[in-house]
């Protein structure tokens, strides 16, 4: 199994601004994505974040939006940008070898 | 693409009842159905899977049951306990494809103690 830390684990951000959540893996993973998961929701896939090259994004989300970096193979960034209050939503990382496994969370507020 | 149908949204059980919750898929080329849990302020974790080469699959007082034909998978977890409190989604994906799963709407699981 893979053990996944995200930061920071809650924020209360203002509208207009923006925020970086950081993902850590102990394990060196090919495959790492981002998940949205809004109040009583699924899991929404919002990118594939590939080390190397750019992220590949799900229908509804863009790189504007929700850039995402990955310098190496432990570690990856998202960062929500100009938010609304909409963007309130709980944001997980997740990394796959062959079963997937997800990070705690971070749980955004946008007021 | 795939979708993937969770039921029942909401599950409210005794302490010590089972409770089965139900998923169906459409792309028959899925072959991977994970189930996790996910706690109160915690990331979904996976507690057991099933390849499509398996018809049925236990842990303990969890057992996960597929019928390919039907394209149907369910999950059973017997003599509930109030730890077993949360929300629980399905997943389809094709192993050796993209990975990428889809998710069921998610069920929350009440048990009372």
């Known amino acids: 199994s893979a053990v996944i830390s995200q930061k920071p684990s809650r924020d209360i951000c203002q509208r207009g601004t923006s925020l970086t959540i950081q993902c850590q893996v102990d394990?060196?993973?090919?495959?790492m994505f981002w998940y949205r998961q809004q109040p009583g929701q699924s899991l929404t896939l919002i990118a594939t974040?590939?080390?190397?090259?750019?992220?590949?994004?799900e229908s509804g989300f863009v790189i504007d939006k929700f850039p995402i970096s990955r310098p190496n193979l432990t570690f990856s960034t998202l960062t929500v940008s100009n938010m609304s209050p909409e963007d309130s939503s709980i944001y997980l990382c997740?990394?796959?070898?062959?079963?997937?496994?997800f990070g705690p969370g971070t749980r955004l507020t946008v007021l | 693409g795939e979708n993937v149908e969770q039921h029942p949204s909401t599950l409210s059980v005794q302490e010590g009842d089972s409770a089965v919750i139900k998923c169906t898929y459409s792309?028959?080329?899925?072959?991977?159905f994970p189930w996790y849990k996910q706690e109160l302020g915690k990331g979904p974790q996976l507690i057991i899977d099933?390849?499509?080469?398996?018809g049925e699959k236990k842990d303990q007082r969890i057992a996960v049951t597929l019928n390919k034909t039907a394209k149907h998978f369910s999950l059973h977890i017997t003599e509930t306990q109030p730890e077993d409190s949360a929300v629980y989604f399905c997943?389809?994906?094709?192993?050796?494809?993209?990975?990428?799963?889809?998710f069921g709407r998610g069920t929350s699981l009440i048990v009372h103690p």
């Open positions: 997740s990394v796959a070898h062959y079963e997937q496994f």
């Open positions: 394990s060196q993973v090919t495959m």
């Open positions: 974040a590939n080390q190397g090259s750019e992220a590949t994004y």
């Open positions: 792309d028959s080329a899925s072959n991977y």
């Open positions: 099933i390849r499509s080469n398996v």
């Open positions: 997943a389809a994906s094709i192993i050796g494809g993209s990975y990428i799963p889809t």
